[in-house]
């Protein structure tokens, strides 16, 4: 599965698109790990202190965001596309 990381995410791990291998069934939270797991530094910005997703962290599946979704248990179809944004600000 490719996922595509943004802005100040691309700077931490290297690239616009990484490919992760998902076993069948697996959901956001499988691949969040997978991404903490690899991507060590994005792992206090993913989660809070408490271990839940952080608010500043966006996560869409097929141009959703899991919010409006199952959130960490949405599926992850092996075609799906995954972007991961950190946290914006703006005027």
């Not at 700077?11 to 060590?40: H, M, S, Y």
Request: charged share 20%.
């Amino acid at each position: 599965m490719q996922v595509s990381f943004y802005a100040t995410l691309r700077q931490v791990v290297g690239a616009k698109n990484v490919a992760f291998e998902l076993p069948d069934g697996a959901t956001v939270a499988t691949l969040l790990d997978a991404v903490a797991n690899r991507f060590p530094k994005l792992e206090a910005v993913m989660w809070t202190e408490g271990g839940a997703l952080s608010d500043y962290i966006k996560v869409f599946v097929d141009g959703r965001e899991i919010r409006h979704l199952a959130m960490l248990e949405t599926p992850l179809p092996p075609d799906a596309q995954v972007d991961i944004f950190p946290p914006s600000a703006g005027g």
